[in-house]
């Protein structure tokens, strides 16, 4: 009988979603004066915690890439879809008068690229999961334009789908 050792903890993490950040705010002071609970900052600070207090080192990253257009149209409609794209080549007017259609959120030109990601890091980690790379993971991600409780259908539908 061979000796396997245990599985680690995976996580994902990509410093390049923190370039999802409000346009307005352009300063330290201006973060501060204008909070937003959607601060690019967070999931730095949370990565920063798990490495400082050498978490890290007892786990195992997963490579983030990218989420495709046909994975996120499995969970998102068409729709959905174009308006985060269309983002992307929206002018600084354009994306502030589209956030004030949505309750504390902001947008901006990194919003599709940023959802993207996030969406790819997540899926990536759940494939780690399923294949037993990793026993259970943790994603440092931050879900651009996408409202908590629409997050965790979205996360059923991805489940759902990829159950097997």
């Known amino acids: 009988m061979s000796f396997k050792p245990p599985l680690k903890t995976g996580y994902v993490y990509d410093v390049r979603m923190r370039f999802h950040e409000p346009i307005q705010a352009q300063t330290e002071e201006e973060y501060e004066k204008e909070y937003q609970p959607e601060d690019p900052r967070r ?14 080192l007892r786990m195992k990253q997963i490579r983030v890439c990218r989420a495709s257009a046909e994975s996120v149209l499995r969970v998102h409609s068409q729709k959905y879809y174009n308006i985060i794209l269309s983002t992307a080549m929206m002018e600084a007017h354009q994306l502030l008068a589209q956030q004030e259609m949505y309750d504390s959120i902001y947008l901006s030109r990194e919003t599709y690229f940023c959802s993207l990601l996030s969406a790819g890091a997540l899926i990536s980690l759940a494939v780690a999961v399923a294949q037993q790379e990793v026993k259970d993971g943790i994603a440092i991600i931050r879900p651009p334009y996408v409202p908590d409780i629409y997050f965790v259908q979205m ?3 991805i489940l759902w789908y990829t159950r097997d």
Request: with cysteine; hydrophobic share 45%.
């Open 155 to 157: 996360l059923r539908g």
């Open 43 to 56: 999931i730095f600070w949370i990565y920063d915690i798990l490495d400082r207090s050498k978490c890290l």
